[in-house]
């Protein structure tokens, strides 16, 4: 361990001077050994930190990808143990949020509900998957401490490489194998994990990897997933899918009528899914166009699911936003707004007119904790010191959406891949990315239908990020682990 560390930091040195130019390392590592208590039982595992670089086809570097890499050491199972890399989204946004709050050795300390504390800092999760799986969490271009790597005369590559839907997926994949082959995995059972951005990501990358690499999963994990056919397009779809959601943050914050809210979220649901589905895609399919008597049932019907007045509703024609539904809810009860991302958070606007809340209640909470926690965790933990920034959000520029086939790439790949099986988590309270959309989005994967007993849901009483209540911090950790259990060969020829 010392020698590592004496290397790395001799390594490291050369690049990183008091007085010159911030850089980073292009391909080093330094290794740490840790232990955590999982379910009862001692975990020792390797931390890995460090860097691994992003070649172009002519094998030239243009980037360096800062991850981190848990490998379990006291099991007999060596490197034929299940593998997950884990991606976070954004996109631009580090893979800090599901490392240190939900499938690694450490975690934040926070309350039970999620809400930071102090003194900030990090504790053992006694929940990890780590007992089950290995897990590497790795950060694309200017997320973390990776960076884009400039040639001999100073220039840099071009973001258009990095910075959309299908080229982050095509370099991410290489990355990928390199890694792979590195680490001597091409042996493990190997799982994809990606929370919301990172949703779109791993459902390109399944067929990517099968494609380009010639890397084929048992799993893909979609975490509170953004599904860009369904999330931001407007219309009738879009704006029903979210009325469950509504029910569902009403519900929490006692709005709905005493007839639903005298009910258990989960009896509620079901009746609020079939309303949107059912009703109120016909109803705004018909625009302007809907006769009144029709329009003011379907308006008494939102009112009663969602804890808004019928007279908002009406005022916005059926078709509430989101972001009104966060300042609306609560205006005449408290004044406050609820959080987008978690409708459990609370915030006060300077004034409580207007059509949307200030600020993000919910992420301004997080930031409280997560951002102390990783600088850190990184310094003190893994022993990796820099002074480059840690980009918990990083400038990923004008995104480039075109082209956005991961759906239908994601049931191409369990299509060629009889192994392949997909799980989605998602929080009711996720007002971003809301768990009614990520129901939809699977149905419509397979529209065949031949492949449905390959998909699972699973929901939470918390948001977008709902390992953070601690209940659902154990059992979305549980439901990952019979996830992976489910979705093993177990000798099993990969075949129809």
């Known amino acids: 361990m010392k020698l590592h560390k004496l290397l790395f930091f001799l390594l490291f040195s050369s690049c990183l001077v008091y007085g010159q130019d911030l850089k980073i390392p292009v391909d080093t590592t330094i290794i740490s050994n840790g232990s955590v208590s999982i379910k009862g039982k001692q975990v020792n595992y390797k931390a890995e930190t460090g860097f691994q670089p992003v070649w172009d086809k002519d094998g030239k570097t243009i980037a360096s990808l800062y991850y981190t890499y848990y490998k379990r050491t006291n099991d007999n199972k060596g490197n034929k143990r299940p593998i997950i890399y884990s991606f976070n989204g ?39 998957i780590l007992d089950l799986a290995d897990i590497v969490y790795i950060n694309p271009v200017n997320t973390g401490y990776s960076r884009k790597i400039a040639d001999n005369e100073g220039k840099m590559p071009e973001d258009e490489i990095f910075f959309g839907v299908n080229a982050d997926i095509k370099y991410l994949a290489s990355w990928m194998n390199t890694f792979t082959t590195r680490h001597n995995r091409w042996e493990s059972p190997k799982y994809i994990i990606g929370e919301s951005y990172g ?26 997933p953004a599904d860009y056919k369904v999330l931001r397009v407007g219309g009738p779809l879009s704006s029903s899918l979210n009325l469950p959601y509504y029910t569902a943050a009403a519900w929490h914050h006692n709005a709905l009528p005493n007839a639903l809210q005298a009910k258990d979220l989960l009896d509620i649901l079901p009746e609020a899914e079939e309303f949107a589905i059912n009703e109120l895609i016909p109803a705004l399919a018909k625009g302007g166009f809907i006769s009144t008597a ?20 009406l005022q916005q024609n059926l078709d509430v936003p989101n972001r009104f539904f966060w300042k609306e809810l609560l205006r005449d009860k408290t004044g406050q707004t609820i959080g987008r991302l978690d409708s459990r958070y609370l915030g006060v606007d300077k004034v409580e007119t207007g059509i949307s809340p200030d600020y993000s209640a919910e992420l301004t909470s997080w930031l409280h904790s997560f951002t102390p926690a990783i600088n850190y965790y990184v310094k003190n933990n893994l022993g990796f010191n820099t002074d480059v920034k840690y980009n918990v959000f990083g400038n990923v520029g004008e995104w480039d959406r075109t082209n956005d086939n991961t759906r239908d790439n994601l049931r191409q790949a369990m299509a060629q891949n009889p192994y ?9 309270y996720d007002g971003a990315t809301t768990y009614f959309s990520a129901k939809y989005s699977q149905w419509q994967i397979d529209p065949s239908g031949k492949m449905k007993d390959r998909f699972y849901f699973k929901g939470y009483r918390s948001g977008h990020m709902m390992y953070l209540r601690n209940e659902d911090l154990i059992q979305a950790n549980d439901d990952l682990r019979e996830f992976i259990i489910n979705s093993s060969s177990n000798g099993k020829a990969a075949k129809y």
């Not at 949703?199 to 509170?224: A, D, F, H, K, P």
């Not at 392949?420 to 009711?428: A, D, E, H, N, P």
Request: glycine share 10%.
């Open 90 to 128: 954004g996109p631009g946004s580090a893979s800090v949020w599901m490392h240190l709050a939900y499938t690694g050795p450490k975690i934040l300390k926070i309350d039970e509900e999620g809400y930071p504390i102090q003194p900030y800092g990090v504790k053992d999760n006694p929940n990890s």
């Open 199 to 224: 949703g779109t990501r791993v459902m390109g990358l399944s067929l990517e990897l099968q494609n380009s690499q010639w890397m084929y999963l048992n799993g893909v994990i979609l975490v509170s």
């Open 294 to 313: 029709e329009k003011q049932n379907i308006a008494k019907k939102m009112s009663y699911y969602s804890g808004l007045s019928e007279k908002v509703i």
């Open 420 to 428: 392949l099986k997909v799980m989605t988590q998602s929080g009711y």
